[in-house]
């Protein structure tokens, strides 16, 4: 299989954390959405990432599509979504709550990258601040220890943390550990393991800055 975007994305980044926990191997393709437009369109005429191309040349693409082909290859003991009942939704509602909130923050980066000062469109800006905000209190106030769900890594865990990640390296002042002490011990918790470690963005994975 081959994972087509760069691990700056907490969606690509996702997906990676999800194959190395279940020891499926994969290469990758670490494409930017912005520097490599034209190939990733070729590969995902939304021009997104994370794709994911499979041993029989099919392409799938969105994250939560990708994760719910690899929980069904993984089996439902290994599965990192529950497959039924009370745990599934649980887990359901803090993976799109986490997800929301990543896509709020990538909104928020890019109106910051592409409108200097005066062009920034202000409501816009406090709106986004504003979601990610009592979205993030929302997960604090559910999210267990040491995992999210207590006792078990899920995907909530490998979502959120992927989340984290992304904030902390995009809008840091989002993210004041000691606001959300739960969640900043669940997200450390998470990038101890192999899974996490062996999906970190390189040096050169980043965004191009703005043109002056
Ligand atoms: N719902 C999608 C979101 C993916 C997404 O927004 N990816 C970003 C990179 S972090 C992207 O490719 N954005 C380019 C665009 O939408 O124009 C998923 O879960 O895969």
Redesign the pocket.
């Known amino acids: 299989m081959i994972l087509v ?1 760069q691990f700056d ?4 980044r996702r997906v990676a954390v999800t194959l190395n926990h279940y020891h499926m191997p994969f290469t990758r393709n670490p494409l930017s ?1 912005f520097r490599n437009a034209a190939e990733v369109q070729k590969i995902n005429p ?5 794709a994911l191309i499979l041993e029989n040349g099919e392409t799938l ?4 599509a990708i994760i719910d082909h690899l929980d069904e290859m993984a089996g439902p003991a290994r599965a990192l979504t529950p497959r039924h009942g009370p745990e599934r939704r649980h887990v359901l509602q803090a993976v799109y709550l986490a ?1 929301g909130i ?2 709020k923050v ?1 909104q928020l980066f890019l109106e910051r990258l592409n409108h200097a000062d005066k062009a920034l469109a202000k409501d816009w800006e406090k709106r986004l601040l504003s979601q990610i905000n009592t979205s993030l209190e929302r997960l604090e106030h559910d999210c267990g220890t040491p995992w999210f769900f207590d006792n078990k890594l899920s995907q909530a865990d490998v979502t959120t943390a992927c989340m984290l990640m992304h904030m902390k390296l995009r809008v840091p002042e989002c993210f004041p550990a000691t606001k959300y002490p739960k969640l900043h011990a669940m997200a450390l918790h998470c990038e101890t393991l192999d899974a996490f470690a062996n999906a970190r963005p390189g040096a050169d994975e980043t965004v191009p800055a703005r043109k002056a």
């Open positions: 975007g994305s907490p969606f690509v959405i939304l021009l997104r990432v994370p693409i969105d994250s939560h997800a990543a896509e990538v």
